[in-house]
């Protein structure tokens, strides 16, 4: 599982219930989890509302997350890149000259179900 941003909170609530074997809709447990742009601690703090959870689980999984996802990696990843530059803390010419083909190949593997 792959989350940015706000949706860290998505990703560990579906590794969690993965590991218990209560994630319905998964083909496989999960075995790993990114978290990239990862909000700060105090977010993390406040309990998440499984009801919000899981209805955030299900638009992503969606028409609308399948339509963000094509969105997002049009044009090899352009959008990627705007993005990713835009949120990064770091300087992005730190992430070398192939940091947005990995981002797109990534994204594009399993049809978007990596």
Same mark, same amino acid.
């Given at each position: ?6 949706? =860290?909170? @998505?990703? &560990?609530?579906?590794?969690? /219930? ?9 083909? $496989?447990? %999960? =075995?790993? @989890?990114? &978290?990239?742009?990862?909000? /700060? ?9 499984? $009801?919000? %959870? ?61």
């Amino acid at each position: 599982v792959v989350a940015n941003g706000g949706c =860290s909170p @998505v990703a &560990l609530q579906v590794a969690a /219930r993965s590991a218990e074997g209560t994630a319905a809709g998964l083909h $496989a447990p %999960v =075995s790993n @989890v990114v &978290l990239s742009s990862v909000p /700060r601690l105090p977010f993390f703090l406040t309990p998440a509302d499984p $009801a919000k %959870v899981a209805k955030s689980y299900g638009t992503l999984c969606g028409v609308f997350g399948r339509i963000f996802w094509w969105y997002s990696c049009r044009n090899k990843g352009a959008f990627i890149q705007k993005f990713s530059e835009k949120n990064l803390v770091a300087n992005p010419d730190n992430l070398g000259k192939y940091w947005r083909r990995d981002c797109y190949e990534t994204a594009v593997q399993n049809k978007g179900n990596s």
